[in-house]
């Protein structure tokens, strides 16, 4: 067990941003899926670009909160700067996905759900690493304000 504390403690940020990227992608895909398997049809474009945007805007939002407070343990007085890095970072990432998805989904026509599901978790990874990468170097990297 001290071990397991050991190895935790030594990679607390990185463990921890695996987690609630986990819980993020959870989040995101929750709510595309509730609203492309109800209300709105993957086979339409703007339909699924728009599930697209709106499972972003709820999963940044968790993503932000969980980020600041537990991952990055950030103490930054300037929250609107940070915010602002934070979902701009985030837009860099958004956009990809769409790019994602337009091609695979929209312009191949891959657009039963099974393939909808398989490029979403593609796309997934490849904006976890993205958004840590990010927030490391550019939206958290300074933990606390210098002055």
Same mark, same amino acid.
């Given at each position: 067990?001290?071990?397991?504390?050991?190895?935790?403690?030594?990679?607390?940020?990185?463990?921890?941003?695996?987690?609630?990227?986990?819980?993020?992608?959870?989040?995101?895909?929750?709510?595309?899926?509730?609203?492309? &398997?109800?209300?709105?049809?993957?086979?339409?474009?703007?339909?699924?670009?728009?599930?697209?945007?709106?499972?972003?805007?709820?999963?940044?939002?968790?993503?932000?909160?969980?980020?600041?407070?537990?991952? &990055?343990?950030?103490?930054?007085?300037?929250?609107?700067?940070?915010?602002?890095?934070?979902?701009?970072?985030?837009?860099?990432?958004?956009?990809?996905?769409?790019?994602?998805?337009?091609?695979?989904?929209?312009?191949?026509?891959?657009?039963?759900?099974?393939?909808?599901?398989?490029?979403?978790?593609?796309?997934?990874?490849?904006?976890?690493?993205?958004?840590?990468?990010?927030?490391?170097?550019?939206?958290?990297?300074?933990?606390?304000?210098?002055?």
């Amino acid at each position: 067990m001290d071990k397991i504390k050991e190895l935790y403690i030594k990679n607390k940020e990185i463990i921890n941003y695996l987690i609630f990227g986990v819980l993020t992608t959870v989040v995101s895909l929750a709510t595309k899926y509730l609203l492309l &398997f109800t209300i709105l049809d993957a086979k339409n474009s703007v339909q699924l670009q728009i599930a697209v945007i709106i499972s972003w805007i709820v999963a940044c939002a968790f993503a932000y909160v969980t980020n600041r407070i537990w991952v &990055f343990e950030s103490k930054s007085k300037k929250i609107i700067l940070e915010m602002f890095k934070f979902f701009s970072s985030r837009l860099a990432t958004l956009g990809l996905e769409m790019l994602i998805m337009f091609v695979f989904v929209t312009l191949l026509g891959l657009n039963t759900d099974m393939w909808v599901v398989i490029w979403t978790l593609v796309a997934q990874v490849l904006i976890i690493i993205m958004n840590y990468v990010l927030s490391k170097l550019v939206v958290f990297k300074d933990k606390k304000d210098k002055e």
